[in-house]
């Protein structure tokens, strides 16, 4: 086998052994990366259209007004509503902690 191929396959072992021991922070860094950059819009209002000024339906009648947000893996403590946080709370979630406290 070529001598430098060895060295180049070897660095490339040593390389990505580092960046698996230390891919949460590479990931982290990156959204960090990201955000500084401006991608990431803030939050901004949203035109709801208004209602019947008048109920037309009886409260028995109409369907409750429900939400039904599906997070698929996520635990109880990845929000930083809990004191949590996704990184040991180096990831903030603003939109989740608004709606947490302000609730209905």
Known sequence: MNRGLLIVLSVCLVLGGLAWLNRVELILSAVKWRTAQGEIAPHRAVSWQQGPVEETESPN???PNI????ADDLG????STFGGGVAGGRVKTPGIDELAA???
């Open 102 to 104: 302000e609730g209905a």
């Open 67 to 70: 939400i039904y947000i599906l």
């Open 61 to 63: 009648e109409r369907p």
């Open 76 to 79: 109880y403590n990845d929000i």
